[in-house]
């Protein structure tokens, strides 16, 4: 089960992290399982913002690099989305997303709004 957690309503120019804790998952999965963070706006479909290969290795949405940074706490089987610089066209539903065995399990999204 995923739980994400972190949206919230923010100017643009701020900043929100999000946290999502994979509960239920054994570690070496959590470890070895490409993860990331998806978004989908209204109307649009849902796109990958960030995320961790199985190797370890991160990716991003050209739109958001730079601004945007995932991180992992192994220990406590959470993945963050430290995101700076928000503006306007962030504004989505975010959801955390692990790949399992050719699964995709989601978390419930968090909704983050950013405002003028």
């Known amino acids: 089960q995923l739980q994400a957690s972190g949206g919230g309503s923010v100017q643009a120019g701020e900043s929100l992290k999000l946290s999502c804790r994979a509960s239920g998952m054994i570690l070496s999965t959590f470890v070895n399982s490409p993860m990331g963070w998806y978004r989908q706006a209204p109307g649009k479909q849902r796109e990958l913002v960030a995320g961790?290969?199985?190797?370890?290795?991160?990716n991003y949405q050209d739109s958001v690099k730079g601004r945007f940074t995932i991180s992992r706490d192994n220990s406590r089987k959470t993945v963050y989305l430290q995101m700076n610089s928000l503006e306007l066209e962030d504004t989505a539903v975010y959801y955390c997303n692990v790949k399992f065995q050719s699964v995709d399990y989601w978390g419930q999204g968090t909704q983050v709004t950013v405002s003028s």
């Open positions: 961790f290969t199985s190797g370890g290795s991160t």
